[in-house]
């Protein structure tokens, strides 16, 4: 069909892996001559299929080793699909293994006029285009020095300059974010916008689900080789999100299963008078029931419920709770006192129930709560509990950092009249 840029029907990929390493000459020479050769085959790609339509901005994602290095490599004609076939509509430039024509003995002026050639510019137009290039890039004062003592993120971002400047009417777009500093990911960023506002298409493969969501229109999620969501790029990126999350949880639990090992499955730590023990606590979802996997939702907020039970008549205790990481940090504390709360006298036998609502702005991770109850001054202290209560906050797509705190903003254009 006219509209569509690329086809993608029913790729597959297979490496094959020999059996024998060859550590030695005379080990080489032997296995050279055999005539059975034992292989394994690995699947790389299993009948993947999908469309990319033209003018289309279109997202890859998956985690490490899920294929999309290999599909796109497929796409831009590097290798060949083991089974399946690919269409491609237009002319083509991947922005894959970035700087792969420069020789490091040449300066970066040089490697310039190189790449330029290598995408069938002439020197009089890549002469029109130098300035911006190295604009672009940031290496104005670098580029009479050759190439071999650039770092690894310099020569990225000289490429990247060069590769932009292609007339192509597909771009293969493979992390390229990951180098340089803030003001060139902006400049990275503000090109993917005059793209999508020029309507061009787009293949973009990335781990980041803020960038995809906003470039995007539909996309694919891969794992394992396989296609295991296509459709709206939103869709998609939750889809990741939950892939991530599991896996995560997987490593946790494994995590977790060598502390408790190590740990020969000791009691967390106690102490106090016991004059008024903690008996129970745990986190409650929104029916109350008990609940060790919490939803980030900045309109909620994680339930915890603490019991005590008193042994000897006090007047007036003071409840307290803290919450911990993964790595024991304290990085939430609050009692009864600090919050000004009244508390009743309690007498040997009363059970107490104290209902703590902590508004939720923790991002991805495990944490513990430790109740505690002590003497109404706080300087007794009648129970503590270290790690008491566990649960988990899971990813969510609004933001990486620790804290997932409700926030407005605001956009003002300087000199704009606001009357």
Known sequence: MDDIAIGVDNVSKLFKLPHEKNASIKSSTINFYKRNKSYELQQALKDISFEV????????????????????KILAGIYSPTRGSISVNGTLTP???????FNPELTGRENVYLNGALLGFSRKEMQAMYDDIVEFAELEKFMDQKLKNYSSGMQVR?????????????????????VGDAIFQKKCYDYFKELKKNKRTVIFVSHDTTALQEYCDRGILL??????????IGRVARDYIDLLNASEEKAEKKKEDIVNQDKKQEPPKRWGTRDIEVISAETLDSREFSQKKIFTDRDKSITLRVIYRAKEKKDSP???ITIYDSAGEN???????????????????????VIWDIPNIFNSGSFTASPAVADKAGSVIYDWRDELATFKVRKTLQSAAFANVAHTMRIKNKGENND
Do not use: C, H
Not at 54 to 72: A, D, H, P, Q, Y
């Open 318 to 320: 003071v409840y307290g």
């Open 158 to 178: 000289l490429a990247f300059s060069i590769a932009i400047r292609a007339q192509s009417d597909i771009l293969l777009i493979d992390e390229v974010l990951a």
């Open 53 to 72: 339509k033209k003018g289309e901005f279109f997202g890859i994602v998956g985690r490490n080793g899920s294929g999309k290095s290999t599909l796109l």
């Open 331 to 353: 990085i939430f504390q609050s009692n009864s006192m600090w919050l000004r709360e009244q508390t009743s006298e309690i007498t040997p036998g009363l059970e107490v129930e």
């Open 223 to 232: 794992d394992g080789g396989e296609l295991v969501e296509k459709g709206k």
């Open 95 to 101: 922005f894959i293994e970035l700087g792969v024509g």
